[in-house]
């Protein structure tokens, strides 16, 4: 069982949607992350929210915009995507300010058409 | 920034082996190493961890030694089984810091495949 719930598992859109992802955690974490990753590759961060404050924007395009309505959600609302794209999103939180893993979501599948 | 360098990229061994991968960082100043095994289709999952004031920690048939003068951590396995098949990612923080989250970089990844 996964500590880190995200929704949906699968996401197949057309580069004209907009869509939403969505994470949820409860073991009180205050520091919240996006990670976006392809077949065979390690993750690759995207952004890192702190005390639901956005700390770390790896120069992601605009087509992706995160959102942390508190402290145990963060969304990832998308638009206008491209095929290239396509990857498993992660959704991640971990304690603030100390020598603390990341605790990782089963992710979502997304394919841009 | 920190870069890791991680090795072999893939691995086979013999059921029952011990399998052994290797990461270098560069940051100096980076003090927790963390490693994920991630299966196929599934979430990354945190199999083992070190600070850098520990040398070496072990956890069954999972070790992790770390040299912080070379720069250099490595995953030991031992008595391998098929449910080890996996690819596994080190990872390196300079943590402890507030504010920001915790950066981690990882390394590129190491295909593990037991064979029977």
């Known amino acids: 069982d996964t500590e880190v719930t995200q929704t949906p598992k699968h996401l197949v859109m057309g580069m004209t949607n907009k869509k939403s992802l969505k994470c949820e955690q409860h073991?009180?974490?205050?520091?919240m992350y996006w990670y976006k990753q392809k077949a065979k590759k390690p993750p690759e961060l995207m952004f890192v929210?702190?005390?639901?404050?956005?700390?770390i924007n790896e120069s992601v395009p605009s087509r992706f915009s995160p959102e942390c309505p508190n402290s145990s959600l963060l969304n990832l609302h998308l638009h206008a995507l491209q095929p290239e794209d396509s990857a498993l999103y992660l959704c991640a939180s971990s304690q603030e300010g100390g020598l603390s893993p990341l605790h990782f979501g089963n992710g979502t599948r997304l394919t841009v058409t | 920034g920190e870069n890791v360098e991680q090795h072999p990229s893939t691995l086979s061994v013999q059921e029952g082996d011990s399998a052994v991968i290797k990461c270098t960082y560069s940051d100096s100043a980076s003090n927790y190493f963390p490693w994920y095994k991630q299966e196929l289709g599934k979430r990354p999952q945190l199999i083992i961890d070190i600070r850098s004031n520990v040398g070496e920690k072990k956890d069954q048939r999972i070790a992790v030694t770390l040299n912080k003068t070379a720069k250099h951590f490595s995953l030991h396995i031992t008595e391998t089984q098929p449910e080890d098949s996996a690819v596994y990612f080190c990872?390196?923080?300079?943590?402890?810091?507030?504010?920001?989250?915790?950066?981690?970089?990882f390394g590129t990844g190491t295909q593990l495949k037991v064979e029977l």
């Open positions: 073991m009180g974490h205050r520091a």
């Open positions: 929210y702190s005390y639901e404050k956005l700390s």
């Open positions: 990872a390196a923080i300079r943590g402890g810091l507030t504010g920001g989250g915790n950066k981690l970089t």
